[in-house]
Nanobody, 124 residues
Framework: VQLQASGGGLVQAGGSLGFSCAAS????????LGWFRHTPGKEREFLAR????????HVADSVKGRFTISRDNAKNTVYLQMNSLQPEDTDVYYC??????????????????WGQGTLVTVSS
């Protein structure tokens, strides 16, 4: 599975940004999708995951209420909407995919497929 993310960029504190991530090379609905963020020197952080059907959603407590994950299986795309962004949200964001929803949070192993990182910068 190949993942191609778009979106991100520069925003002022309190603003919003959105990502989309298009998948190819597999049957999209067979894969759970999610988002991480990571910059060298900082801890890799799980943000959100969504099951293949979209029926299961888990958003990390650290961003709950501000970040929303969704998917459109007809478009082979997963989305991350980020609101009320703060400077501490500055990071490199990655979309991820795995056939196992239960492991997508990264607590037992890292997701199998990763998109290219996309930088988000939140200015104060």
């Amino acid at each position: 599975v190949q993942l191609q993310a778009s979106g991100g960029g520069l925003v002022q504190a309190g603003g919003s940004l959105g990502f989309s991530c298009a998948a190819s090379g597999g049957t999209f609905s067979n894969y759970a999708l999610g988002w991480f963020r990571h910059t060298p020197g900082k801890e890799r952080e799980f943000l959100a995951r969504i099951s293949g059907s979209g029926g299961l959603i888990h958003v990390a407590d650290s961003v709950k209420g501000r970040f929303t994950i969704s998917r459109d299986n007809a478009k082979n795309t997963v989305y991350l909407q980020m609101n009320s962004l703060q400077p501490e949200d500055t990071d490199v964001y990655y979309c991820v995919a795995d056939q196992s929803y239960s492991t997508l949070s990264g607590t037992t192993r890292l997701p199998r497929y990763w998109g290219q990182g996309t930088l988000v910068t939140v200015s104060s």
